[in-house]
């Protein structure tokens, strides 16, 4: 799965009122605010004193209401209502400090004003204090302590808390692995409505981890973040669809979220259109459109769908027959290391298809496969040990590898 990564958060900030008796200054300060009248709001709040008249000062230098703009400017005043104590304020100089906004960026100075306000309970800021820890920015790493954090802004209901708690649990970083407590936190993000969640959500339900596959579930979750446009989802469900696996076989449903994730950009998505197109499986066979979306996929480095793309180059389908571009291709997919690409360049060198014939890079790629565990590759690397083609003749060798491949065969 890829996680979507949690990343510090500054929250909308308002013009505050005091939840304690105003004074005079801030009183009129508010009442020339809400009536336009910003040079006077301003006069009145610098004037004021407290905390929340301070905020409002550094408030309004950030947005330029009343005043010329000045990150600067407003950093110092967002660090005197700090000072009172005041946690929004502790919160945005933290921000501030994370960004480098007016400021020296400096993760240091940012943990420690995030403390101070998560200290007081600010939700954002104990999830801020959580990310910095997992990440060991401005401390040191400590996931441990990551989760402490997070479940306090968890239990809050902040759904980003939510979902990075579930994850720890999930990869049992910081604390034991425990799939229950992880499917719990999703649980509860994605009933919040936070798409990440109810995709992690729907795969630990089809994965099964932790128990028997729930694929019923698998599908509600999945089903419930593709319906958001959540590429990875729609994805997912169209393999679903596909296989039949918690839902009637489908290869046109399957087709159909296999595109909309495809138009999103999704790699994988693109490469499973296009095999679907390449088959006629779901829609009608088109084998340009099957080398159009393939090829999409493997411009974009996807090894499975530059290999695809090689062999439909060295069989001519859908391509013209060029033993050149196929061997360009598998080159690529074998780099990566894709698992039958190894092979197919080999027997290109071997045969000297579309490259000059070489029996010793041919030897070399099928022990590149040898090493991926491809039993074509063993009985090919035994024969070449056998006869002494491209590599020093040996019998022992030979009979490893024959040995090897027979054990895949039977696997």
Known sequence: MKPIIAVVVLGAVVLVGMALPALANFDLAMRAYEEGDLATA?????????AEAQFNVGLMYTLGSGVKQDHREAANWYRKAAEQGYPLAQYILGTIYSRGDGVDHDT??????????????????????GVLYERGEGVEQD??????WYRKAAEQGYQSARYNLALLYEKGEGAVKDLKEAVAWYQKAAEQGYVPAMFNLALLYGNGEGGKPDYKEAVRWCRKAADHGYAPALFNLGILYDKGTGVKQDKKEAAILYRKAADKGLVAAQLNLGLLYDRGEGVKKDVREAVKWIRKAADKGLAAAQYDIGVMYEKGEGLPNDGKEAANWFRKAADQGDPDAPYALGTLYYEGTGVEKDLVEAARWFLKGVELGNGRDQLKIGLMYDKGEGIKQDMQQAARWYRKAAEAHLR
């Not at 006069?43 to 004021?48: G, I, S």
């Not at 420690?112 to 954002?124: D, I, L, N, P």
């Open 143 to 148: 996931r441990k302590e990551a989760i402490r």
């Open 108 to 129: 240091k100075e940012a943990i420690r004003w995030y403390r101070k306000a998560a200290e007081q309970g600010h939700q954002v800021a104990q999830f801020n204090v």
């Open 42 to 50: 301003f006069r009145e709040f610098k004037n004021d004193g407290s």
